[in-house]
């Protein structure tokens, strides 16, 4: 399985972290372009340390290896040194996380868009400082000195009323009542069917189809959905993790699961060996591209040593017969001098020792 940390995945997320508000930053890390780690140190609790990439966000133990730090981290660590994180919250019912510090420096932000290709920048005042990428759409840029704008839906799940769904479900053009929740609603697949199922609806009916009493049944799911009790598990199906989720799911009742103290450690787990398979594989890459570069050499070894044995003879016979040859390239030189090589090599057509004047590469063949 590929997982996405989804919108509604997000929200649970960023509920169960909000023990960090308060907490000092103690380090910052940028391990790579779009990635980040941020040591804190939170009162009467110690030391716990936030991960961001393009994709995934949780709490982690894993530190990075040293390495000279970029100019995105020397301008985080400046900025935000020894600041404190004062608010994580999750921007509309976007995948968005923006987690406020305040230092010495003034108020700042670090927005974290885990969509598309995915970016972290800091902004005060919403005016962005600086990103880990810049970047274009047609509708907004990410760039220094430009307001900040994140897309937003329509609809916002999170503050959803009754008329708004059913204005939602009137206007949608998507064929079937799941993929307008995935969609429309931002909810994603896994959650939109739970809310089917919940709601005792086909999933693949046509949105039109639906009454007005299986609206409010669902308008009351998705209520619910909000507010769930948090119950993080990991999900397996053949043996192998299928999905991880923060509560507990209908949809998954007859696959293996397995509980967890915390949403974030299964995503740390998760992410973790994701990331450690990936170096793995990296690594048999280069591995196997040396053994190529190896076994190649190895075939080459008869072809190199036929042509060292013939450069040998070749160098032999100009040394038994430097006397002959030595007067010969002079005398080629002055001529060079005077003529073109077109013209040498017309001269030169009888030559007794010259079999060939190659004018291309201003030389020529001997014969010994």
């Known amino acids: 399985m590929t997982k996405t940390i989804s919108a509604l995945d997000l929200h649970y997320l960023i509920k169960e972290l909000q023990f960090l508000v308060n907490a000092r930053i103690d380090k910052i890390y940028v391990p790579r372009k779009k990635e980040i780690l941020i040591q804190l140190f939170v009162p009467s609790k110690g030391k716990f340390m936030i991960k961001i990439?393009?994709?995934?966000?949780?709490?982690?133990?894993?530190?990075?290896?040293?390495?000279?730090?970029?100019?995105?981290?020397?301008?985080?660590?400046?900025?935000?040194?020894?600041?404190?994180?004062?608010?994580?919250?999750?921007?509309?019912?976007?995948?968005?996380?923006?987690?406020?510090?305040?230092?010495?420096?003034?108020?700042?932000?670090?927005?974290?868009?885990?969509?598309?290709?995915g970016n972290i920048l800091l902004i005060k005042n919403n005016k962005i400082l600086i990103a880990a990428e810049y970047q274009n759409w047609k509708d907004r840029t990410i760039r220094?000195?430009?307001?900040?704008?994140?897309?937003?839906?329509?609809?916002?799940?999170?503050?959803?009323?009754?008329?708004?769904?059913?204005?939602?479900?009137?206007?949608?053009?998507?064929?079937?009542?799941?993929?307008?929740?995935?969609?429309?609603?931002?909810?994603?697949?896994?959650?939109?069917?739970?809310?089917?199922?919940?709601a005792g609806i086909d999933k693949n009916k046509k949105t039109p189809q639906l009454t007005e009493p299986e609206i409010k049944k669902l308008f009351l799911i998705l209520e619910k959905l909000k507010t769930k009790q948090p119950f993080p598990r990991i999900i397996y199906k053949n043996k192998i993790i299928f999905d991880l989720t923060p509560f507990e799911l209908k949809l998954y009742s007859d696959l293996k699961q397995e509980k967890a103290n915390s949403y974030s450690e299964i995503l740390n787990n998760y992410f973790s060996n994701i990331s450690d398979i990936q170096e793995k594989e990296k690594q048999q890459t280069q591995i196997k591209k040396i053994q190529d570069i190896i076994k190649k050499q190895k075939q080459d070894i008869p072809k190199l040593e036929k042509q060292e044995k013939i450069n040998k003879q070749k160098a032999e016979l100009l040394y038994n017969n430097y006397q002959l040859i030595s007067?010969?390239?002079?005398?080629?030189?002055?001529?060079?001098?005077?003529?073109?090589?077109?013209?040498?090599?017309?001269?030169?057509?009888?030559?007794?020792?010259?079999?060939?004047?190659?004018?291309?590469?201003?030389?020529?063949?001997?014969?010994?």
């Open 327 to 368: 007067p010969l390239l002079s005398e080629l030189k002055q001529i060079s001098k005077k003529h073109s090589w077109k013209e040498i090599k017309e001269k030169l057509k009888s030559h007794k020792l010259i079999k060939e004047v190659i004018s291309k590469d201003k030389s020529i063949v001997v014969e010994l």
């Open 53 to 117: 990439d393009e994709k995934s966000f949780y709490l982690t133990e894993h530190k990075p290896s040293s390495a000279t730090p970029s100019d995105f981290c020397m301008f985080l660590r400046k900025k935000l040194n020894n600041a404190r994180l004062r608010k994580i919250q999750q921007l509309g019912f976007e995948r968005i996380i923006a987690i406020d510090f305040e230092s010495k420096a003034g108020t700042f932000q670090i927005i974290a868009e885990l969509f598309s290709k």
């Open 144 to 198: 220094p000195n430009i307001q900040y704008k994140h897309p937003k839906k329509e609809y916002n799940f999170l503050t959803l009323s009754q008329t708004e769904l059913n204005s939602l479900l009137a206007k949608t053009n998507k064929e079937n009542i799941v993929k307008s929740l995935a969609i429309d609603l931002g909810l994603g697949g896994t959650y939109s069917e739970e809310a089917c199922l919940l």
